[in-house]
C-alpha cells in the first residue's frame, strides 16, 4: 500500500474516445505529479501541481488536460490520443516545501491507445 | 538540457555478487540526488538520498551510494545482492533552487539476480 491510489490501473482506447486518469493520495500531502513511463526512455515529468496550483507543463500536448481539484485528489483527462502516447502513466505526491524530490508514486495506470 | 544518464540498462549477477550501477548527471549547479527502485508488478519507492554532507549514503536493504562531485556521479552499490534485489533501479536529479520537487530520471537499470 503506497498510499497513492491511481485507478484504473489498465485502460484501452481507441484514437478518438475521451477518457480519464484517477490519482487520489492518502498521505496529506499538497504537491500532486504526472509523469509518463514509456520504455527505454526516462520518465518524463507532465505536470505538476502544488497547493492545487499548476505550477509545471512540461510542454505536454493539449490532448493531456490535467485537473486538480483539491489537493488529495489528480485526474488526467484523455482525449483523441495518438498510439505513441501508449505508457504507464505514474502518479505521484509530496509535501511542497518538504524534502525536495522525496514522492510517493502510486502504481500507475497503463494505458493503451488503439 | 539537464539529464541523467543511467550506463547500464541491463545488468544479470549471480546470488552474493556485488553490484554497482553507474548514474551520472549533467547540471553544474548544487544538486539533490536519488536512487529509487521498481521491483515486479510494484510501485517506484525511494531506495536512498543525497541532500548534502558525507557523500557516503546507505539506504534500505543494504543499498549504498556515493556522491562524487568532480565527476558529476552518484553510483550505487551493493556488496552481495540477494535474488530479492531483481528490480528496475532508477537514478534521479533534482537542482536545487526551483519551485517545485521536479525529479530528473535517468532510463532505468533493470536488473536480474539469478539464484
Known amino acids: 500500500e503506497t498510499g497513492v491510489t491511481q485507478t484504473p490501473r489498465h485502460l484501452v482506447m481507441g484514437m478518438t474516445n475521451k477518457k480519464s486518469l484517477k490519482c487520489e493520495q492518502h498521505?496529506?500531502?499538497?504537491?500532486m505529479y504526472w509523469y509518463k513511463q514509456s520504455a527505454k526512455k526516462p520518465l518524463e515529468l507532465m505536470f505538476v501541481?502544488?497547493?492545487?496550483?499548476?505550477?509545471e507543463n512540461n510542454s505536454v500536448p493539449s490532448r493531456f488536460s490535467p485537473e486538480c481539484p483539491n489537493s488529495s485528489h489528480l485526474f488526467l483527462h484523455l482525449h483523441t490520443l495518438q498510439p505513441e502516447d501508449s505508457a504507464l502513466y505514474l502518479c505521484?505526491?509530496?509535501?511542497?516545501?518538504?524534502?525536495?524530490?522525496?514522492?510517493?508514486f502510486g502504481e500507475g495506470s497503463r494505458l493503451t491507445v488503439l | 538540457a539537464q539529464s541523467v544518464s543511467q550506463h547500464n540498462h541491463h545488468v544479470i549477477l549471480s546470488e552474493a555478487a556485488s553490484l554497482e550501477l553507474g548514474c551520472n548527471y549533467s547540471?553544474?549547479?548544487?544538486?539533490?540526488l536519488f536512487w529509487y527502485v521498481q521491483y515486479p508488478g510494484q510501485h517506484l519507492q525511494l531506495l536512498l538520498k543525497?541532500?548534502?554532507?558525507?557523500?557516503l549514503v546507505k539506504g534500505i536493504k543494504g543499498f549504498e551510494a556515493e556522491f562524487i562531485k568532480s565527476k558529476f556521479s552518484f553510483n550505487l552499490r551493493k556488496p552481495s545482492v540477494q535474488w530479492s534485489d531483481t528490480a528496475e533501479y532508477f537514478c534521479?536529479?533534482?537542482?536545487?533552487?526551483?519551485?517545485?520537487?521536479?525529479?530528473?530520471f535517468g532510463t532505468g537499470t533493470l536488473l536480474a539476480v539469478q539464484p
Open positions: 505521484a505526491s509530496s509535501q511542497a516545501g518538504g524534502r525536495v524530490g522525496e514522492l510517493f
Open positions: 498521505l496529506g500531502h499538497n504537491a
Open positions: 501541481y502544488s497547493l492545487e496550483e499548476r505550477v
Open positions: 547540471y553544474g549547479g548544487t544538486v539533490n
Open positions: 543525497y541532500f548534502s554532507g558525507d557523500p
Open positions: 534521479a536529479v533534482n537542482p536545487t533552487g526551483g519551485a517545485t520537487n521536479k525529479l530528473i
